[in-house]
Structure formats: C-alpha cells, structure tokens
C-alpha cells in the first residue's frame, strides 16, 4: 500500500488521501484500516459537544493551541481535530466555524483539521468518524478532538468514540436548550461553562450542578439506620475505585481564559481511566462494536450475493400485495426456498 | 395469538399489549407482527417534527381532534398518535405534552395515544416506532401521527417512516435553531409556522421560503437561450408529475386557528402522493429496509450461535493486543478458522 508507508513517516499528503478513502469506505479505505489496525490504539480521543451558540469551536481551537504550547516541562502533542456536524444530513454543510479555525492553527504541522460532511444515516456518520479517527491515531495524533454539535442521540453515539466527553454549556441560551440537554449530561466527564464572563454564569452553573447531582448521586450521602445522611466531610475513594464526579469549570475561549485548567482536567480524567481499569474497558468495548459491524456487513453481502436481483424483487412484490409477511420471507430466502 | 384477534376486532386492552410486546421485542411481539403484517398498509403515516417551544404537541392535539370531528359530510377517522423523543435517551421521560393532550382527548375510543421511551440507540428507536405504527396500521386507525422533537438525524430517520412530514416552526425561536433546522427543511412536505399570532412571523416566512426556494428550485423559473428566466405564471405540471412544492400555512393551535386548512393540505398530500406514484414507491423502500434489517439479525443470530462466547472473547484479546485486525478476525471467524 503506497498510502500506509509515508502516512506513518508522517507524510501529510497521504494523510489526507487515507482519510478521503476510508471516508468513502471503499476498497482502498478498508485495506488502508486494515494495514493501519496494528497502529491504533495510543491516541487519547477527546469529544466536545453542546449547542450551537456555546462556542465549542473557539474552545476546541484553543484547546489545540494549548497541547501544542504546553507549559514549560511538558512535551507538545500532536492533534488532530475532527468536526463532525449530524443535524444537516442533505447539505452537506459540515463547516463548524472553520474559517476561524484555519486562521488560527494554519500552517503547523504538528495539527490537521478534517471536516466529517454528513451521511445518509446515523450509523453511516459514526463509522465514518470512527474510521477516521483511527487514521489520526495510527498516523501518530497523541490527542484527537472530535467535534460534534448538538445534544441529541447522534452526539451521544460519536461520543462513544470518546475516552473523555466535554459537554459546553454557554449562559443565558433559554429554557429550551437546557432541557434537551438533560440527556447529554449523563456522558459528559467534564462540563465547562464557556463564555463564562457572561451574565447569567452563576446560575448556569446551578442548574448543572443540580442536573449533576441528579444523574451522579453523591458518593458522601449514605444510608445510616435507613435514614439518608451527609458525611461530615467526603470519604476518601478507595484506590483504583471507577467512580468519576464531572467537575464543572468555567472558561472564555476566545481570551484563553480557563484553557490551561480544562487541559488539566482532561489529563486528570485519562489518569482516572487508566488507573481504573476504564481505559482498556472503552477499548474493548468500542472494538467488539466495530467487528459486529463489520460481521454484519460481510455476512449480509454473502448472503446478498447468493441470490439474483429478480428473486428479491419478486419477495418485495409479495409483501408489498400481503402476500408473504416479512418473517415468512427471511425463513424463505435464507432456507434456500424459491419464496 | 390470543392477542391478535380482539386487537383486529378494535379491543383496546389487547391494542395496549401488543405495542409493548413490539416494544420490547420479545418472541411475542415478532409473532404479534408476524400476524398482523396481513393487515397493514392503509393508514396515511404522517410526521410532525420541530424544535421545542414550536408548539408541535398542540397541533398534533388539535389536528386529531380535527380528524375526529371533520366539517359535515366527512367521514370521521380513527387516529393515532406516537409521540417518540429520541433526545433523551438515558432519562426515558418522552412525554411532550402528555398531561395536556390526555385532558383534551380522553374518553374517545377512536383516539389511542402511546409515548415511545427512549432506546439505547437510534437505530433501535426507529425499529420500536415502526413497529408500533405497524401495529396502529393493521388496528384500523386510518390515520397516524409520528410527534418527533428536534431536527437532527434521529428525526430524518423517523421522518422515513412518514408518508407526509409536517415541519413545525413559530416566529422567535432565534438564530441557532433556525441554522440546525436548515437541513430537516429538506423532508419536509408541508412547513407549518405555529403561534402565528406573534410578532415576528412574516420575518419567519420570509426565511422559510428563501430556504425552500434554494431546497427546491421553482419549476417556473426555465433556462431560455442560456439564461435563467421566470415564466410568467408557473406551467400547468403535466399529470402524475411527481413534483410537489411544499405549502407554508399558519397556525395557533391553542385556539384551533389555521388547522381544517391544514388538514386539507395533509388531504392534498396523500392524494398528489397517489397520482404521483410516489405512495407506492415509499412503501416498497420503507418494506425493503426491514426486511434487510430484519435479514441482518437473523443472519447475525445464526452465526453468533456458531461459535463460543470463549472463542469470541479470545478473537477480542487478539484485536486488543493488535495481534489480529479486525478484517483479519472476520475472515478467520467466518471461514471457520481458529484465529
């Protein structure tokens, strides 16, 4: 594979074209993500999401610049950043604040942006990010930041992706956004109010905190002669225990304020995840999925290939005129029967 | 299938059974669908979709009471409502409106209302709610409203399932989700600005019909000599031409306002979609998806049960370890190889 030798020696050309060409699943992609495999498996994935109008982008840019100028003593990292947009599945549209973003990081090596524009289906979308996001990791991205926008389900299947979850919140976005991201909360690891020199912060911070508490009960609550009770102070976790409180931090992103904290946040959480044990649970988990896909799709074409274009035309008619239901055609068509 | 014969004969205790045994999948709820697939295909399917604070739950209120109670001289229609909210997948609350639209519709046997929980993914959301409108289709109701919120992928995917999509928008909602609405604008057969008695609503209109005009270029505007000109009145469509410009009509559901020409355009709907052919053509797609979804479990069942919990969890540590790929595992899986 002429891709995977100069992709790996961090060729930035073959880079992008290993990405176009897993994104569009074709033969090249797949013998890419196969030759790619035995170099997966190092980068933390990051995942940022919240509504539109919280500035996940501003975030997500300084963020990058952050882990590329670290504080003096730590290393600098490569990252990568994948934005993906699900809720403009026709358009194609899947810009979030690029044009800001390329201003901002253009011309450092050591960062690569790739826009994910929507598929025909959910699914379809978190494939296609997951396959993208193990080009970054083989190619030798320490920290990849995927992107997404929104609170609903398809934010919550990409951030599956993720080892970390952000969920931004920004002041003073009404009633209605906060109560479609009840939801989310429950994946976020860590929240961060962002614009938080806006009016409105402190009850922002209320509100999370309170929906926190709700989806998180309080490890220093405890249950003394049936009655509910608060420990006079938290009782230190036991070492290695999995239990994670979110912290909630606050940040502007377009002055950098906050940034240095959020990325210590972050490092903070992967030492959770690798201490606990959670790292190589998410690992685990997020490859048995990727091998049912993949079982799925390989077995259905098989299948698909063993009977004509006419014969399952002819199933479509008779259950389209009730006269086979779709139970009765799968016993048919799998058993060999002419339905 | 005891449930399954009372149900025909409009049974209400047996209807409520047999959408929770389809909800939950079980063996009973296969047979239930197994059996009642003869029945279905007669209901008009009609989705209504919008941002929260739009008021869809009122119009989907009073569009059923409508339809209950038409002007004189049309028949009354048995209706149904599925009210799924896939935006809050952990917390199961999908109850948009419930209490407001019990109190307005209870005590009418021709009424049956059913809330989807949320499931663990999107794909098993959509799978629950066809389901269950095929359940509605096969009791008789005539006519069957999809309430989804928001306007993300999940709701393009429930979307499918309609035969006519509604797309609810009201004056003021703000800029963030008019820009994640773009793209939903693009299924939408009919656009509904509700609460049109605020001010803001010609502003509303406005956008709407610019975003249409660029979704779908008016058959009027023709290129003559190489340039783009607008006939001078829109061209008679020839007959059973598949176009179909979507109408903006207002509504105040709260007081009934805008709603018998709502139900009128609906009407208008179905019949363009049986001239058209296009009625026909969405069943035929939306039975083809499930009978490969419906392929791809059984196919993946009866593999699964080829093979030892211990040789897949073994084939898991060698993905883990990246002693395998995963395309490596498949192969090696479904030739029967130890890997």
Same mark, same amino acid.
């Given at each position: 594979? !002429?891709?995977?030798?100069?992709?790996?020696?961090?060729?930035?050309?073959?880079?992008?074209?290993?990405?176009?060409?897993?994104?569009?699943?074709?033969?090249?992609?797949?013998?890419?993500?196969?030759?790619?495999?035995?170099?997966?498996?190092?980068?933390?994935?990051?995942?940022?999401?919240?509504?539109?109008?919280?500035?996940?982008?501003?975030?997500?840019? #300084?963020?990058?610049?952050?882990?590329?100028?670290? &504080?003096?003593?730590?290393?600098?990292? @490569?990252?990568?950043?994948?934005?993906?947009?699900?809720?403009? %599945?026709?358009?194609?549209?899947?810009?979030?604040?690029?044009?800001?973003?390329?201003?901002?990081?253009?011309?450092?090596?050591?960062?690569?942006? @790739?826009?994910?524009?929507?598929?025909?289906?959910? *699914?379809?979308?978190?494939?296609?990010?997951?396959?993208?996001?193990?080009?970054?990791?083989?190619?030798?991205?320490?920290?990849?930041?995927? !992107?997404?926008?929104?609170?609903?389900?398809?934010?919550?299947?990409?951030? @599956?992706?993720?080892?970390?979850?952000?969920?931004?919140?920004?002041?003073?976005?009404?009633?209605?956004?906060?109560?479609?991201?009840?939801?989310?909360?429950?994946?976020?690891?860590?929240?961060?109010?962002?614009?938080?020199?806006? %009016? *409105?912060?402190?009850?922002?911070?209320?509100?999370?905190?309170?929906?926190?508490?709700?989806?998180?009960?309080?490890?220093?609550?405890?249950?003394?002669? *049936?009655?509910?009770?608060?420990?006079?102070? &938290?009782?230190? &976790?036991? &070492?290695?225990?999995?239990?994670?409180?979110?912290?909630?931090?606050?940040?502007?992103?377009?002055?950098?304020?906050?940034? %240095?904290?959020?990325?210590?946040?972050?490092?903070?959480?992967?030492?959770?995840?690798?201490?606990? *044990?959670?790292?190589?649970?998410? !690992?685990?988990?997020?490859?048995?999925?990727?091998?049912?896909?993949?079982?799925?799709?390989?077995?259905?074409?098989?299948?698909?290939?063993?009977?004509?274009?006419?014969?399952?035309?002819?199933?479509?008619?008779?259950?389209?005129?009730? @006269?086979?239901?779709?139970?009765?055609?799968? #016993?048919?068509?799998?058993?060999?029967?002419? %339905?």
């Amino acid at each position: 594979m !002429e891709l995977v030798d100069p992709l790996l020696a961090g060729d930035r050309l073959s880079l992008a074209r290993a990405l176009s060409a897993v994104e569009n699943e074709d033969e090249t992609g797949r013998a890419v993500l196969n030759q790619l495999f035995a170099h997966t498996g190092r980068a933390h994935r990051i995942g940022v999401t919240g509504a539109p109008g919280t500035g996940k982008s501003s975030l997500v840019n #300084q963020l990058a610049r952050h882990f590329r100028q670290p &504080p003096a003593g730590e290393a600098p990292h @490569r990252v990568a950043i994948v934005a993906v947009d699900p809720s403009s %599945p026709f358009t194609g549209g899947a810009i979030l604040g690029d044009r800001i973003r390329m201003r901002d990081l253009a011309g450092d090596p050591g960062v690569f942006i @790739r826009s994910m524009a929507a598929r025909g289906s959910l *699914g379809g979308l978190a494939n296609a990010t997951a396959s993208v996001v193990q080009v970054f990791d083989a190619a030798g991205f320490e920290l990849i930041l995927i !992107e997404t926008v929104g609170a609903g389900q398809a934010e919550v299947d990409i951030a @599956r992706l993720a080892h970390t979850t952000l969920v931004v919140e920004a002041p003073g976005l009404g009633d209605d956004i906060q109560a479609i991201k009840a939801g989310i909360l429950e994946i976020a690891d860590i929240l961060v109010i962002n614009k938080a020199d806006r %009016p *409105g912060v402190e009850s922002t911070e209320r509100a999370l905190r309170g929906m926190l508490d709700l989806a998180h009960p309080m490890p220093h609550v405890f249950r003394h002669h *049936g009655r509910l009770e608060m420990a006079p102070a &938290p009782p230190t &976790p036991p &070492p290695n225990q999995a239990f994670w409180m979110p912290p909630i931090l606050r940040t502007v992103a377009t002055e950098g304020v906050g940034i %240095p904290e959020l990325a210590e946040a972050i490092a903070g959480h992967r030492t959770h995840l690798e201490k606990s *044990g959670e790292w190589a649970r998410r !690992e685990r988990s997020l490859l048995q999925t990727e091998l049912e896909s993949l079982l799925l799709e390989t077995l259905f074409t098989r299948w698909r290939s063993t009977i004509s274009e006419a014969q399952f035309q002819s199933v479509l008619d008779k259950l389209q005129d009730r @006269r086979l239901s779709p139970h009765q055609a799968i #016993q048919d068509l799998l058993n060999g029967r002419q %339905p």
